[in-house]
């Protein structure tokens, strides 16, 4: 059986922040990798790290020093106009806060980072629904985020991060904003997912939540202070179509 491919390597990664006559030093050189299909669980307090860390992997930021390889693509010496085009090719985000367009529909807004990628109308619609259908809300994509319930939004959201294939899909706080059951339904979607051979990095601050990952990574004052395996969530069935 081949070996998995390295898709995140990250050396030495420090990140310095100047306030005024203040320097916070976010991350203190940290070092790993994470390879394809991996499911990881990033865990700390308030100013371990953890969201810097994400912001890096994410192409959403730069290290002060150290050297980050996403792919095989060298990140920390790109312009700002590479960083946009290598996080739209290989990575798709999910945030706590679901970031829908608050007027346009389900599948418009998954539409929408096909639009930056250049992607042909007839092509997006398409491509959309079938993301859509494959978070379950295929019969829902005419309506708009405020016709939507908060789990079914991060679906149209997970929808959106899926629709320009990536490699890698980075969730920030994905059930930060919904109660109990939802969080577990969002989890099951992102455990299959996972078990289709996506590689999913997850950031939290609650333990129920990433015990769902197969690794789990805990950070503290900038620095990574436990790094280990653990058994995962269930796997789930697919998420049926919801009847019309």
Not at 79 to 107: C, E
Not at 125 to 131: F, I, K, L, Q, S
């Given at each position: 059986m081949p070996q998995a491919s390295v898709l995140i390597a990250a050396r030495d990664l420090t990140k310095v922040y100047t306030m005024g006559e203040q320097t916070v030093h976010a991350l203190r050189g940290v070092s790993l990798d994470i390879v394809d299909g991996e499911f990881v669980a990033i865990m700390g307090a308030s100013?371990?790290?953890?969201?810097?860390?994400?912001?890096?992997?994410?192409?959403?930021?730069?290290?002060?020093?150290?050297?980050?390889?996403?792919?095989?693509?060298?990140?920390?010496?790109?312009?700002?106009?590479?960083?946009?085009?290598?996080?739209?090719?290989?990575?798709?985000?999910?945030?706590?806060?679901?970031?829908?367009?608050?007027?346009?529909?389900?599948?418009?807004?998954?539409?929408?980072?096909?639009?930056?990628?250049?992607?042909?109308?007839?092509?997006?619609?398409?491509?959309?629904?079938?993301?859509?259908?494959?978070?379950?809300?295929?019969?829902?994509?005419?309506?708009?985020?405020?016709?939507?319930?908060?789990?079914?939004?991060?679906?149209?959201?997970?929808?959106?991060?899926?629709?320009?294939?990536?490699?890698?899909?980075?969730?920030?706080?994905?059930?930060?904003?919904?109660?109990?059951q939802t969080s577990e339904d969002i989890m099951r979607l992102l455990t299959e997912l996972n078990g289709a051979g996506m590689t999913v990095v997850l950031v939290t601050h609650e333990n129920d939540i990433a015990q769902w990952a197969r690794r789990k990574i805990v950070f503290r004052d900038g620095l990574m202070l436990h790094d280990q395996s653990q058994p995962g969530g269930p796997v789930a069935p697919a998420a049926p179509e919801p009847a019309p």
């Open positions: 100013g371990s790290g953890k969201s810097t860390l994400m912001n890096i992997l994410g192409c959403l930021d730069l290290p002060t020093a150290g050297h980050y390889r996403l792919a095989g693509e060298s990140v920390e010496s790109m312009s700002p106009d590479q960083l946009a085009s290598i996080r739209n090719r290989r990575i798709g985000f999910v945030f706590q806060q679901f970031n829908l367009l608050p007027r346009t529909s389900a599948l418009e807004n998954v539409e929408l980072p096909m639009v930056y990628a250049g992607v042909a109308a007839a092509a997006r619609r398409e491509r959309a629904m079938a993301a859509l259908a494959q978070v379950g809300l295929g019969q829902r994509h005419a309506h708009t985020p405020s016709e939507l319930s908060g789990g079914q939004q991060q679906r149209v959201a997970i929808a959106r991060a899926l629709v320009n294939r990536p490699q890698l899909i980075l969730a920030d706080e994905p059930t930060g904003a919904l109660d109990t």
